[in-house]
């Protein structure tokens, strides 16, 4: 009744092609849009920087990830150090560059981490599986240690960490820094996560995304069918890469605000391939889905264990947390191999019948 | 050419130039490699028996050793606490077969790798909860391990210096890779366990349990782990920490196979050996600390060429 495709005909192919073709859909999406962009007038300052900010920040990052791991069948575990790398190099850009504007910088940082990316893409022509994924662990760690070992990526700084410098932009806003508000960043990450969605939902829909979608489900098949391993498995490489080096810049930019290496570490790594499987291998909204989940789990929980007047020190209530996430993990592997994505299809298709049991 | 000869030719001169240095070298990466190979074989066993990638053997190790030092914290006494955290291990496993394996089964390989995953999250929180996050001092003496160490003279008043808890390691670790090897080859036990590793169905169709099976893996698995914990605590600490250094039997087993016990052991030794030999000879070159990625660039640069392992099993596809 409320969900149904049935009596929108489409009459021409670009209607019958377009991103969201059903009428209910785009009357979501326009309501989720309104909602993010009412939420920083709503909100406190507290749920902008530690909750939405990040989220957005990794569902991009876990979007990265899908494309690599969901989209094209390569496993990695270096996520973080790619996040790094995108991080050091827009910090390298804007103290090369201080007038430019931060947002195109961040952009374009993630292009050094597509690079790096692509490099350590290499072995995937050879290797999969699991032993590609130790070679993604050989990037984790080698990259961590130029983090550490080159001094010229963090400015000879003697604290090993790097600051991020105050950056105004369109106008006189303050984008970056301590000063910059809460809101702004909010705005300013919402508008790139948004846009980066968009043409990556729309790369994944096109020639590129079914090359790799092939060379995920059959490797042998794909490259007898006629695609090129070579340029199918390092566009994958690249264009995850890059989307994990511009989530880093805006990690460090828009919501760290100062990082040491150890930001980029294996657990990084971790956290977002958490997100990808639990939200859903091969969905962009599952990306989405994963990243609340995995962000908002822990700070759920250690302001609702309180409340319930479960008296525990700071420290239990983190323990108690790694615990329930871990648990929570195989519990929805158990119920849902395919994750919160899957989940979100089968709601639809519920609705879409509804009220009648058959459709 | 300065650079060519400070990496062909000086870390060579160095080496005949202090035999007694290179041998102590080559000693501690032998040490580190026996321990890299322990960890590696737990990965081997429950690869084996139910072609899991356990990633969680690391935090194994530490939970272990954790259990066995914090229970004689409570005042147990060693061997009863050793003991005990056997037992503690055979309830792990237990559970992690029941409530992990068993609702799995038939899963995609990347599932059962993400739930192993799950289960290192989970055994840091409890662990974290119970013992709490502070690195232990292993309780070595009190398990009557030898302390002190032993000086030999080489060359011209050349000292090599052996830690005797470092032969122990050594020793144990022969002893336990020739019990597991004795399980596997003479009982009825280790038949069994064989018989699945070659094919599920056909050990199903002829009788055996894979339950069972996966339960007593993993119980194998959870002891190798508390010997690991042991000897590595004994070394240094007890703490979460391990848990990364742990990843190392990563590269082990891609240089070893994943489904050969002298493939873990052959690749733990060579990566413990080239890795220390590496930072001390090559580290200085670049500023030191490569030891923290040296073991995965050898194994990505053995993969190139042999992408089976050393032992493996040659990889064969069809479409």
Redesign the interface.
Known sequence: MLYRESGQYKTSYISDQSIFPIREDRIGIAIIGLIALAIPFVASDFFLNAIMTPFLILALAAIGLNILTGYAGQLSLGTGAFMGVGAYSCYKLTTIFPDVNIIILVLLSGIFSAGIGVIFGLPSLRIKGLYLAVTTLAAQFFLEWCFIRIPWLYNYNSSGAIEVPERRGFGDIILTGPSASAMTQYFAVLGIVVVVTLAVKNIVRGRIGRQWMMIRDMDIAAELMGVRPLTAKLSAFAVSSYLCGVAGAMFIFFYLGAAEPSAFSITLSFQILFMVILGGLGSLVGSYFGAAFIWGLPIMLRAVLPAMGIDIGAETVFHIATMVVGALIIFFLIVEPHGLARLWSLGKEKLRVWPFPYG | MDILYSILVDPFVQMIDLPDFFLQVLWEGFVAGVLYALIALGFVLIFKASGV?NFAQGIMVVFAGLTLVGLHEKGVPAYLALILTIGVMGLLALAVER??MR??VN?????L???T??????????G??IFG?EPKQMIASELGLPTGSTAFEIGDGGLLILQHIDIAAAVIALIMVGCLAVFFNKTRIGRALRAVADDHQAALSVGISLNQIWAIVWFAAGIVALTTGIMWGARSDVSFALE?IA?KA??V??LGG?TSIPGAIVGGLIIGIGEKIGEIYWGPL?????E??LA??I??IF??FR?QGLFGERII?R?
Do not use: K, N
């Not at chain 2, 670049?286 to 490569?290: H, L, P």
């Open positions: 990638f409530f992990v609702p799995l899963q995609p390989d990347i599932i790798l993400m739930s995953i799950g289960l290192t999250y989970f055994l840091i929180g409890f974290e909860f996050g990364i990843l990563l590269p087993l891609i994943f670049v500023g030191g600390g490569i923290s990625w995965y660039m194994a990505l993969l190139l992408p596809e479409v």
